[in-house]
């Protein structure tokens, strides 16, 4: 599925986002708590953030609230998402710039100190994700922390199948059409193993690039900018 088609998926979505994700992802809130245990600067630090593919805006909140001098660039490809998120975060308003974009191809800003990005480079191929390691790395301080928490498959075949197959489970348990969700899943997305993704990220300039945390086909890993 192209991009264009994804931008449209998620408008479409946008105002059912923030309840339906905890349904259709494990551990949702406690990948949460793992992100914000990740962020290694003082919390009074004065810090630039990029939220990439940022949503409705639930990790840009997180850190607004953690980092209360933090400034965050929400960026995202679908218009509906950004209204919602600025709705969300409107008494983050002075510290809080919306930006609509393909980060695919569109320029996001540099100088950052900290990037998060959340259920998003799913979206691109092995060659779209190789370009954007490097597109970030290039965007980013000395210093700097990439956290990326996304779908990923697994090491092999059979374990990408048997994490699929308790994935569906776990939307079936909490009253999710699992055949429907897979379908559009399958349609979708492009995920990537972590191992593959890591190993990019270290090609592409990250230092101690590795995985902090992973249940089944859900992981949340990234890198540093060397000093």
């Known amino acids: 599925m192209s991009l264009d088609a994804v931008r449209e998926q998620f408008e479409q979505r946008a105002f059912d986002c923030d309840g339906l994700i905890p349904r259709l992802i494990p551990h949702y809130r406690e990948q ?11 919390t009074n630090a004065h810090i630039k953030v990029l939220d990439l593919g940022a949503g409705t805006g639930i990790l840009s909140a997180l850190i607004l609230q953690t ?7 929400a960026f995202d490809m679908a218009e509906n998402m950004l ?15 919306l930006q609509h974009g393909n980060f695919a191809e569109d320029d996001f800003g540099s100088g950052y100190d900290l990037v998060v990005s959340g259920l998003a480079i799913h ?12 597109k970030l790395f290039h965007s980013m301080n000395p210093g700097g922390i990439l956290l990326i928490r996304d779908i990923v498959t697994g090491v092999t075949p059979r374990l990408t199948e048997q994490y699929e197959q308790l994935w569906r489970q776990y939307m079936k348990a909490n009253g999710e059409n699992d055949a429907a969700w897979f379908q559009n899943y399958l349609k979708e997305d492009i995920p990537s193993s972590v191992e593959e993704q890591t190993k990019w990220l270290a090609e592409a300039g990250f230092a101690e690039a590795g995985c902090h945390w992973r249940y089944l086909n859900f992981a949340i890993f990234g890198g540093v900018i060397p000093r």
């Open 123 to 134: 979206h691109l191929d092995s060659a779209g994700k190789q370009q954007l390691f490097h």
């Open 83 to 97: 209204k919602i998120c600025q709705t969300n975060l409107s008494a983050f308003q002075k510290r809080l710039n």
């Open 67 to 73: 980092f209360p001098h933090a400034n965050v660039a």
């Open 32 to 42: 949460h708590d793992v992100i914000l245990q990740l962020i290694p600067f003082e």
